[in-house]
C-alpha cells in the first residue's frame, strides 16, 4: 500500500485501498466504498441518494413500518407482536404460524392444527417421531420401542446404557437399564407448547457442577404470562437426583431451566431475543 499523509486532502484509505482525489467530508462505509454521508446512504456496495436512511441489505427501509429479516423487507404491521423467522416475518402469537430454526411454517396449509407439531432443528414434526437433542446437535428419528435419548442419539436401551449424555455397553444385553423416571433433559425452547414456555421458570449461568447439583449465578425467576421478572440471590443451586438422568450443563453457559429440565435455545437467538419472544407470545392478549 502506497504511503500517505492523513492531512493530505483528496486521499481516502478504506480497507487496506487508497482513493485519491475524494470530496471532503468523505468516509468509508462497512464495504469500505468511499462516499458523502450528506449526500446519501450506502448499503453493502449499493448508493442511495437520501441521506441518514438505515439499510436493509442492500436496500434502505423504514424502520418505523417495515421489519427488516436478514436483509429482506416486510411491512410491519402487527409492531410488538412482528418478529423474524429467517427472511420472512411472521406475527408471533399467531397460533398456525411456527418458526423453526428460521424456517417458516403454515401449519393450515400443510395440513396441520398446531396442537401437538414441535421443531426439530429446522424440520416440524409431531408425536410420531422423537427429537434428541445435545448442545449443539438436534437429530430426528422414527419412534421405536425400548429406544430412548441419550444428547443427539436413540439408542436400544436393552444394548446401552447412557449416563449425562454419554453411552455404554450393557454388561448383560437384554436387560434394560433403570426403569423410566421422570428425567431431566437438554429441550430445546422451541419445543415447548404456549402452556409450558409462558409459565414460571428461571434463567442464570452455570458456575459450578457436581454429582448432586448445579450451581448458577445471575438468575432472574421469570414467567411469562404475568409478565413479572425477580431477579435471586447468589448462588441458587440446582438440586440433580440423578446424575446419569441429566445433562451436564456447560461451565459459563446461560440456560432457562425449571425443576425437571434445562432449556437451550436451538433457534440460536440471543438471551434477550428469547425473553423477549417469551414475553411477546405470553403476556399480551
Known amino acids: 500500500m502506497a504511503p500517505y499523509s492523513l492531512a493530505q486532502r483528496g486521499v481516502l484509505c478504506c480497507k487496506n485501498t487508497l482513493y485519491k482525489g475524494r470530496e471532503d467530508g468523505e ?4 464495504a469500505g466504498i468511499p462516499y458523502n ?9 449499493q448508493f442511495h441518494g437520501s441521506p441518514g436512511q438505515h439499510c436493509c441489505g442492500r436496500e434502505v427501509y423504514q424502520p418505523d413500518t417495515e421489519i ?6 416486510h411491512p410491519n404491521r402487527e409492531k410488538i407482536n412482528s418478529t423474524c423467522c429467517g427472511i420472512k416475518a411472521y406475527n408471533i402469537k399467531e397460533p398456525q404460524m411456527k418458526c423453526c430454526e428460521g424456517t417458516l411454517y403454515y401449519l393450515s396449509s400443510i395440513g396441520k392444527l398446531g396442537h401437538d407439531e414441535q421443531c426439530c432443528g429446522s424440520i416440524l414434526h409431531n408425536s410420531s417421531s422423537v427429537c434428541c437433542l445435545s448442545e449443539d446437535k438436534e437429530v430426528l428419528y ?33 436387560q434394560h437399564q433403570n426403569k423410566l423416571i421422570d428425567e431431566s433433559r437438554l429441550v430445546s425452547l422451541s419445543h415447548l407448547n404456549e402452556t409450558e414456555l409462558c409459565k414460571e421458570m428461571y434463567i442464570g449461568i452455570v458456575e459450578s457442577v457436581s454429582l448432586d447439583s ?14 413479572t421478572v425477580k431477579p435471586l440471590g447468589s448462588p441458587h443451586i ?3 437426583s440423578d446424575r446419569c438422568n441429566s445433562p451436564k450443563p456447560i461451565l459459563g453457559k446461560t440456560y432457562f431451566f425449571h425443576d425437571v429440565n434445562f432449556l437451550t435455545n436451538s433457534n440460536h437467538h440471543s438471551d434477550l431475543q428469547s425473553l423477549y419472544l417469551i414475553f411477546s407470545k405470553c403476556q399480551w392478549k
Open 142 to 174: 422414527s419412534i421405536e420401542a425400548g429406544f430412548r435419548c441419550c444428547g443427539h442419539l436413540y439408542y436400544n436401551s436393552s444394548l446401552w446404557s447412557c449416563c449425562a449424555g454419554k453411552l455404554s455397553p450393557l454388561h448383560h444385553p437384554g
Open 238 to 240: 440446582l438440586k440433580i
Open 214 to 227: 448445579v450451581v448458577f449465578r445471575n438468575v432472574l425467576k421469570i414467567h411469562g404470562r404475568n409478565g
Open 37 to 45: 454521508p450528506a449526500k446519501g446512504t450506502i448499503c453493502f456496495s
Open 27 to 30: 468516509i468509508c462505509s462497512e
Open 68 to 73: 427488516c429479516c436478514d436483509g429482506h423487507r
